[in-house]
Nanobody, 119 residues
Framework: QVQLVESGGGLVQAGGSLRLSCAAS????????MGWYRQTPGKQRELVAT???????NYADSVKGRFTISRDNAKNTVYLQMNSLKPEDTAVYYC?????????????WGQGTQVTVSS
């Protein structure tokens, strides 16, 4: 059984930084793209950043220049470094991964971690 376990959320003042981590565990062949999404009450989950297995990245316009996504393929882990945080970054952040198992790709989600930015 594949699991994504997130850590690193919390409460921070505006202008501060947080680093989220998400580790994949279980039996699988490989991990393709990984990413971070976020959701606030009453709104749809939105993309924050993604990274391919080769290291190509993509960011939402709202976080460009402030957030950095990276991954350690040896540890099956993806990170999100969040700097210059704003109150509007407050949300539950979810890790996402496309994982290859026996010739097929499956999408997995983490349980979510709360990020709260106070003004």
């Amino acid at each position: 059984q594949v699991q994504l376990v997130e850590s690193g959320g919390g409460l921070v003042q505006a202008g501060g930084s947080l680093r989220l981590s998400c580790a994949a565990s279980g039996r699988f062949f490989s991990i393709n793209a990984m990413g971070w999404y976020r959701q606030t009450p009453g709104k749809q989950r939105e993309l924050v950043a993604t990274i391919t297995s080769g290291g190509s990245t993509n960011y939402a316009d709202s976080v460009k220049g402030r957030f950095t996504i990276s991954r350690d393929n040896a540890k099956n882990t993806v990170y999100l470094q969040m700097n210059s945080l704003k109150p509007e970054d407050t949300a539950v952040y979810y890790c996402n991964a496309t994982i290859r198992i026996i010739g097929r790709n499956y999408i997995y989600w983490g349980q979510g971690t709360q990020v709260t930015v106070s003004s």
